[in-house]
């Protein structure tokens, strides 16, 4: 019994776009409680359904590059080398509900 009040605690603590994904992230990790162990370095991008998603909502957290008008953004920088770069260099799993960039 103590093991499923544990087991229960766990998901309950991971986040409701997690919970939505558990089984999707369970391919990635081992069991929950790896998946509870990692769910503060999961960085989830809800509203993102592609890779080029995540590379638009990178950039609009850069102070930097968010200082730019859109028309500078959307002529000079390219998402979609941005996008594949993220996706040569990072861990992330593309949901139905959104990204989740994954520790390496």
Do not use: W
């Not at 998901?11 to 509870?36: C, G, H, I, P």
């Not at 594949?84 to 799993?93: A, D, I, N, P, V």
């Amino acid at each position: 019994m103590y093991q499923l009040n544990e087991l229960d605690f766990m998901y309950r603590q991971l986040s409701s776009d997690m919970q939505e994904e558990y089984t999707a992230l369970l391919t990635v990790f081992e069991n929950l409680e790896a998946l509870y162990i990692c769910r503060n370095v999961i960085t989830v991008y809800p509203d993102c359904k592609s890779m080029i998603d995540v590379a638009r909502q990178k950039l609009m957290n850069d102070p930097t590059f968010k200082h730019l008008s859109e028309d500078c953004q959307a002529y000079y920088f390219d998402f979609e080398a941005y996008a594949s770069y993220l996706q040569e260099h990072g861990k992330f799993l593309v949901m139905e509900h959104g990204t989740f960039e994954l520790p390496e």
